[in-house]
């Protein structure tokens, strides 16, 4: 039986304040509990391809242990960082170059079609398929075949 922490009172196992002073009590230290336990391969498919968020997804992917041995979760990670890739380009390099040509919207064009391809790669990853993307794909199978 637990004793109080302030006033050395016993208390009961999952008391959480002590009856006679009501000081609050300490947390037991359970066993550890992976923080991506409940994040499936499916969610984690379709988080790599976020615009803008989705390279967060795609590195605790390749970081983890947990999904180390997936290699479709880890090939829409890679992809998802490619994709992500192409996305700073188009905001740093194609943009900023092609800003005193407004007459002529290439770096909205390429936006577009990035964010589609985002979008498709999110239904293609929550129906559960690997789809190479142009480029992209072929960038991804061989940073996976390299592990």
């Not at 208390?11 to 037991?28: H, I, M, S, T, W």
């Not at 984690?44 to 979760?73: M, N, Q, T």
Request: aromatic share 12%.
């Amino acid at each position: 039986m637990p004793y109080c922490s302030q006033c050395g009172n016993q208390v009961g196992a999952g008391d959480a304040f002590c009856g006679k002073c009501g000081a609050r009590q300490p947390l037991e230290a359970g066993p550890y509990v992976d923080p991506l336990s409940r994040f499936t391969p499916r969610t984690a498919s379709i988080c790599c391809y976020i615009p803008g968020i989705g390279w967060v997804a795609s590195i605790i992917v390749l970081a983890s242990p947990r999904f180390r041995r997936d290699r479709a979760l880890r090939f829409h990670a890679f992809q998802g960082l490619y994709l992500f890739v192409a996305w700073l380009l188009d905001d740093w390099v194609v943009r900023p170059w092609w800003q005193p040509m407004a007459h002529f919207p290439l770096g909205g064009i390429i936006r577009l079609v990035l964010l589609v391809m985002s979008v498709f790669m999110m239904v293609k990853a929550a129906h559960r398929e690997t789809y190479h993307l142009p480029l992209f794909g072929e960038l991804a199978q061989r940073s996976l075949s390299e592990e």
